[in-house]
């Protein structure tokens, strides 16, 4: 998936399924609070208010934090890194004279046993 796809798509439905929820919260509490009241209010308007004046905002705030602490998004193309796993000896992939089990007894060794 490409970076802008992941920015554009990806963030939108992030938002989106938060900005729901609150919407979906705030007649809940309304209702409560206004027992008498006879509208709940507007879904969209909503939405719309708990992305812009919550959302949003808190992402700024995060936004800044990390980047005060070195944390950095680019969108440089991606690097391939070789991982400890990867340069796995053979005995760690169960091949050779010494494939047997961390904790199985070695009979080169009659002292040793198991740990129960």
């Known amino acids: 998936m490409s970076q802008p796809s ?7 439905h992030q938002f989106i399924s938060a900005a729901v929820g609150m919407a979906l919260a705030a007649p809940f509490t309304r209702a409560i609070v206004r027992r008498r009241g006879k509208t709940l209010g507007n879904f969209w308007v909503d939405t719309v208010r ?3 004046r919550i959302l949003i905002p808190i992402t700024f705030v995060f936004a800044i934090v990390l980047l ?3 944390v950095m998004d680019n969108f440089h193309a ?9 340069q796995a000896t053979p ?4 091949r ?3 494939s047997k089990h961390q904790l199985e007894p070695d009979p080169a060794h009659p002292r040793s046993t198991t740990h129960q």
């Open 6 to 12: 992941q920015i554009i798509g990806l963030v939108w």
């Open 50 to 52: 708990s992305t812009t």
């Open 68 to 70: 005060s602490q070195g």
């Open 78 to 86: 991606s690097t391939t890194v070789t991982t400890v796993a990867a």
């Open 91 to 94: 005995q760690h992939q169960g």
């Open 96 to 98: 050779g004279a010494h």
